[in-house]
């Protein structure tokens, strides 16, 4: 993806999705988080396959959200590429890794990267 391209779609995300994937329990549809994931889908920044075992290996961050501050591009797509498909089969999972700020950090993330590819 071109890196002003990156830049402004992934500001754009997060502007649009922030207020939603605020750490709390204010309610949030599993809609709109599922809009959230779609979107990241249309913009390339989930991954199209991945190996269970390296979401073990990372899954350490979801437990420790204030870890994903120093998260790679592939270890922040990993980690929603794999909630997104498991919500498919457990309804929830998005909206318990929002509550716990998980979503939030990786979408926080997401912006950095996207500014740090232009410099």
């Given amino acids: 993806m071109n890196n002003s391209i990156m830049k402004s779609h992934a500001t754009g995300l997060y502007k649009e999705y922030a207020n939603d994937l605020l750490i709390g329990n204010h309610f949030v549809s599993d809609k709109r988080l599922q809009d ?33 501050a120093d998260a790679t591009l592939y270890e922040c797509q990993l980690l929603v590429t794999a909630m997104a ?23 926080k993330r997401f912006k950095v990267l996207s500014f740090e590819a232009v410099m």
């Fill in 36 to 68: 959230f994931v779609a979107d990241l889908a249309r913009e390339g920044l989930l991954l199209e396959s991945f190996k269970w075992d390296e979401w073990y290996n990372n899954s350490y961050m979801v437990d420790r959200p204030e870890y994903i």
């Fill in 85 to 107: 498909r498991l919500d498919r089969f457990s309804p929830g999972v998005l909206s318990n890794m929002r509550r716990q700020g998980v979503l939030n950090a990786i979408a």
